[in-house]
């Protein structure tokens, strides 16, 4: 049974997802950014924030932030 607030889902646009994705490819953007990208990419996909710090190498903290 989840605990704690329910959150409405994230929902990108295929316009917003490719602009966040092209965040998380880019060597020129900073580390901190561009896993903020990746956790906006993960969490849109519907994964839990427990799975989503552990594919992106997170700390469940960071990814509730």
Same mark, same amino acid.
């Given at each position: +049974?989840?605990? #704690?607030r329910q959150l409405a889902p994230l929902v990108l &646009?295929?316009? $917003?997802? %490719? $602009?966040? =994705?092209?965040?998380?490819?880019?060597? &020129? +953007?900073?580390? @901190?950014?561009?896993?903020? =990208?990746?956790? %906006? !990419? &993960?969490?849109?996909? #519907?994964?839990?924030? =427990?799975? !989503? @710090? @552990?594919? !992106? #190498? =997170?700390?469940?903290a960071a990814v509730n932030k």
């Amino acid at each position: +049974m989840p605990r #704690g607030r329910q959150l409405a889902p994230l929902v990108l &646009s295929d316009e $917003q997802r %490719s $602009q966040v =994705a092209a965040l998380t490819n880019s060597s &020129s +953007m900073p580390h @901190a950014l561009a896993l903020r =990208a990746r956790i %906006s !990419v &993960s969490c849109a996909e #519907g994964r839990t924030n =427990a799975d !989503v @710090a @552990a594919r !992106v #190498g =997170a700390s469940p903290a960071a990814v509730n932030k």
